[in-house]
């Protein structure tokens, strides 16, 4: 059901593969996209951008990330291929939108706080820093995959331009023993029989999957975002069995979620990140 975790490649042979992939059409058969991606800025900002991708990647791994981590999920486990699939939770043009306003939080946030945000919830771990190394790659290179675009501030939602579509759930029609089925036909083989993940794919409920604050514990988000992405290059459930299937999964255990978990002192909230001190 979720993408399975990314292989571990070196920067070279995942840029071939990249390289390859947009060749062949990588792009979700349903929906045929050209894509063509800018050309890496030269010097340490190019590096950054590279490290941005990396950690998307290997978020629970990575050295820079992997201590903010509480689970065993990374970003390209919602955000498909590093955010480069243009229909599931895609990076592409996303960088456009922000700053924007958040109801969640009732402010107005940034594309790095709508990042770090994800760290509590879908990650289960703690904020890092803002202006934090981490921090700056992941935001150099979602950013990077919106050069040339139009800015469009969002001043209702931190959605981008290419937002996954909700579906409109009622309650009264969930069918939990449906959703059971539906799991173990389509979604077990990668997750395993109770959602603890495998080698093929993460886990989706229990300790180390996303907690109760995230944005898929809401069974229209999960619903609508396993239209467009389930299975994995082949997305093909209707919008009943991904509502039952959402259903199902989200009434799993998974951890409870309280902010002051999540955040850390306030003092290591931001970070001057200039090599030249004041």
Not at 84 to 102: C, E, G, I, N, Q
Not at 107 to 131: A, H, K, Q, W, Y
Not at 263 to 272: H, I, N, T, V
């Amino acid at each position: 059901m979720f993408a399975a975790h990314p292989l571990r490649y070196s920067l070279s042979t995942m840029f071939a593969v990249l390289a390859m992939w947009l060749t062949l059409g990588g792009v979700h058969a349903q929906e045929p996209e050209e894509l063509q991606l800018p050309a890496l800025p030269e010097g340490p900002l190019g590096q950054v951008i590279q490290t941005g991708r990396e950690i998307i990647e290997q978020t629970d791994t990575h050295p820079l990330s992997r201590e903010y981590v509480g689970n065993k999920l990374t970003c390209s486990s919602c955000h498909l291929k590093a955010g480069l699939d243009p229909r599931a939770a895609s990076f592409l043009d996303v960088a456009t939108a922000y700053p924007a306003w958040s109801p969640r939080e009732k402010r107005v946030i940034t594309l790095e706080d709508r990042v770090l945000n994800c760290f509590m919830r879908s990650m289960n771990g703690v904020r890092p820093p803002n202006g934090s190394e981490v921090s700056v790659a992941m935001t150099a290179y979602i950013t990077w995959l919106s050069q040339g675009k139009t800015l469009q501030m969002n001043p209702d939602k931190p959605l981008g331009p290419r937002h996954v579509p909700m579906l409109k759930i009622d309650p009264a029609e969930v069918d939990l023993a449906n959703g059971k089925r539906l799991y173990q036909q389509e979604c077990a083989y990668c997750h395993g029989d109770n959602g603890a993940g495998s080698d093929d794919g993460p886990p989706v409920s229990g300790p180390d999957s996303y907690n109760q604050g995230a944005g898929l514990s809401r069974v229209d988000k999960l619903a609508s975002w396993l239209k467009v992405a389930m299975p994995l290059d082949d997305p093909h459930l209707s919008a009943a069995q991904a509502r039952d299937i959402a259903a199902y999964v989200n009434s799993q255990p998974r951890p409870e979620f309280h902010l002051k978990d999540h955040l850390p002192p306030a003092e290591q909230r931001g970070e001057y990140n200039s090599e030249v001190q004041p």
